[in-house]
């Protein structure tokens, strides 16, 4: 459907119901269409955050697991060990073997299963159309497809724990050779993986066109809201990044299960004796494909965030975003170095100084417009008179949080301090808080900022601080102390948390510290698990328009109707005219007909 045709049926928008004049085909559909295989971008993206909020607890639960090990190493675990069974954990105590399964299905679920099913599938679908006044996605049915075959993807994933020799082990990276000699679990982390890039696929190049094709008369390029341009970018990057992982992952599964040898090196030998299929294969290839998809990949977990961070900071401090052209170049220009910095993950493998001076050259300039995207937003609270919301809360914390994340991976990016730094527990405390402190808090941010437009009701705000308070603090003492291990020279994938290096015996006692906090962190994500549950029916009703926002989306009847508006939205002016002076509010909406009395805000 184009913006013409949906254009036109404005003046029979409350008859809609009675009238069959629509191509949608939404009506008496039975439960199944409506709630399961639904082609509604709005119940897909519900789909999608849901299913993706549990893969996130459920890689969270793992990472409980890793963390009772690396504090208490040997120690049987309490409650749940002796359920694990024998192959796992004999007497309650976890096998080194189950170890790696958890750290590698442990960063799989989390980026793969979690954050962009979160990020992308959730909020991508459900706002961005409302947000630019479309009635749906451009292609429903490959949406459609796309939720299914990541959920697909998942349960393909989920079943490796219970093959013998249980899940992946080779860490989310599936390096070579180890991969290829992994046990069966490796397969089916390769399986699961084509399933989940063939989604991600089906749901870039719908964002793509939905975005170009389906904005609404007068919503030009720079007046898209931020959070649509984070989106756009994202797109783009899981188009462009993912098809040379596909096509590495079936090598992979080739040299696995049909004897082919793309990523082994001849003369190898495994177990004493020589591998029979050994013929003039690279490992570097792997780390190369492997890469060249999972550096952007990051920028896809961190875009969508920084997007809805923009929309919520817009609202709460009541300004237009500082420098909003300059965010949409910045973003941009991210995204396509984004395709140029790859091999920063891989100065120690001896690929030589000509390449990693030329990785490490990109990778400072990548962080040039990271730091400009980080300074327009912190820019924009200056000012502002700032309402402290659970949104903005989060939105709030991401800043530093963030800015930490992206500071401390200036040296990793340096090859001469990444010789002393690679594979330690700096990595994971850096890493980490780009995407933990920072992407999670912002996508949390986001469910309490959008969930009156999925629901018509408020979640619990006295909830929502407990919350956003002991996220924030429990989070920094897990991962600071980190940062510290590492510099110590402290190795990360390590089964006994480090014990037996002596090195690491003056910053061992930070590994009870670390796991305490992230139980804790675990324990304070049940107030948002219960708000979340009880909202959906008990929370405080409300307006369509509850924050007083001024892009598209709060034009719609929360929750909206299938086609999502009433009548057809237009945009008038740009994303954020807050504060606007001579407005008779403080907010101006981008689909409110213009009114002499106000001049338009600057963005
Ligand atoms: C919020 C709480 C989280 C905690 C406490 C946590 C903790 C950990 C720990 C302890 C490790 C293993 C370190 C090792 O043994 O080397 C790890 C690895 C990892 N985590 Fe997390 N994590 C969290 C969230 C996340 C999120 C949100 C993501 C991604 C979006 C993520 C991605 C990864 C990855 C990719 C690895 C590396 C796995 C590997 O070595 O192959 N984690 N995490
Ligand atoms: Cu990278």
Redesign the pocket.
């Known amino acids: 459907m184009t913006t013409t045709e949906h254009a036109a049926p404005a003046a029979d928008a409350h008859g809609h119901d009675e009238h069959a004049h629509d191509d949608h085909g939404h009506h008496d559909l039975g439960f199944w269409q409506t709630y399961v295989f639904s082609v509604d971008h709005k119940v897909i993206g519900i789909q999608y955050a849901v299913t993706g909020l549990l893969f996130?607890l459920f890689?969270?639960l793992l990472?409980?697991l890793?963390?009772w090990q690396?504090a208490y190493p040997g120690e049987p675990i309490p409650l749940i060990g002796e359920w694990l069974g024998d192959e796992r954990a004999p007497g309650g105590i976890m096998l080194p073997e189950f170890?790696n399964q958890l750290?590698?299905m442990?960063?799989?679920i989390?980026?793969f299963l979690?954050?962009?099913p979160l990020a992308v599938g959730g909020f991508g679908n459900f706002v961005l159309p409302l947000q630019i006044g479309a009635p749906d996605m451009a292609f429903p049915k490959l949406n459609m497809a796309s939720y299914w075959s990541f959920f697909v993807g998942g349960v393909v994933m989920f079943a490796s724990f219970f093959v013998p020799g249980g899940a992946a082990n080779?860490?989310?990276?599936s390096y070579a050779p180890l991969s290829v000699f992994a046990t069966t679990g490796q397969t089916m982390w390769l399986i699961g993986m084509i399933f989940l890039i063939t989604s991600s696929l089906l749901g870039s190049v719908n964002f793509i066109v939905t975005t170009i094709q389906l904005r609404v008369p007068g919503l030009s390029f720079m007046r898209l809201p931020f959070f649509v341009w984070a989106q756009l970018v994202t797109a783009f990057l899981l188009l462009l990044a993912f098809p040379p992982l596909e096509a590495a992952g079936v090598m992979q599964l080739m040299d696995r299960v049909a004897g082919t040898s793309f990523f082994l090196p001849a003369g190898l030998v495994y177990a004493d004796a020589p591998w029979e299929a050994t013929g003039g294969g690279s490992v570097l290839l792997w780390q190369h494909l492997f890469w060249f998809l999972a550096h952007p990949e990051v920028y896809v977990?961190i875009l969508p965030a920084l997007g809805i961070v923009g929309e919520i900071i817009a609202n709460n401090t009541r300004k237009p975003v500082w420098g909003y052209r300059v965010l949409v170049y910045s973003v941009v220009f991210l995204g396509f170095m984004s395709f140029v910095v790859w091999a920063h993950h891989m100065f120690l493998t001896g690929m030589g100084t000509t390449m990693s001076s030329f990785f490490q050259t990109t990778t400072m300039i990548i962080s040039i417009p990271s730091v400009v995207i980080l300074s327009a937003l912190f820019i924009t609270l200056y000012g502002g008179s700032i309402r402290f919301t659970v949104p903005m809360l989060f939105a709030l914390a991401f800043l530093p949080m963030f800015g930490i994340g992206g500071l401390t991976g200036l040296p990793l990016g340096l090859s001469a301090p990444d010789i002393h730094l690679h594979d330690t527990?700096y990595v994971?405390g850096h890493?980490?808080y780009v995407?933990?402190?920072g992407?999670?808090m912002a996508l949390f941010g986001g469910i309490y900022y959008w969930f009156p437009k999925a629901t018509g009701r408020k979640m619990n705000d006295f909830l929502g601080r407990v919350h956003f308070w002991g996220s924030f603090v429990s989070?920094n003492v897990?991962?600071m102390p980190?940062l510290y291990q590492g510099l110590a020279g402290m190795?990360?994938?390590?089964?006994d948390g480090g014990e037996q290096y002596m090195m690491n015996a003056d910053v061992l006692w930070l590994n009870e510290v670390?796991s305490i906090?992230?139980w804790v962190?675990g324990l304070f994500q049940l107030p948002f698990i219960y708000n979340f549950f009880r909202s959906i029916k008990h929370g405080e009703k409300v307006d369509d328009n509850p924050w007083q926002a001024t892009t598209i989306e709060w034009q719609a009847p929360s929750p909206p109707p299938h086609g999502n508006f009433s009548a057809p939205p237009m945009a008038y002016r740009g994303p954020y005219e807050y504060s606007v002076p001579g407005a008779a509010r403080d907010f101006l909406m981008q689909g409110e007909p213009d009114t002499a009395a106000a001049e338009q805000a600057k963005v």
Do not use: D, E, K, Q
């Open positions: 996130l890689g969270f990472m409980m890793m963390r690396i170890y750290g590698a442990h960063g799989t989390m980026v979690g954050v962009v080779s860490g989310w990276t977990l527990y994971i890493f980490h995407v933990a402190p992407t999670l989070i897990v991962f980190m190795n990360r994938r390590m089964y670390i906090g992230a962190l």
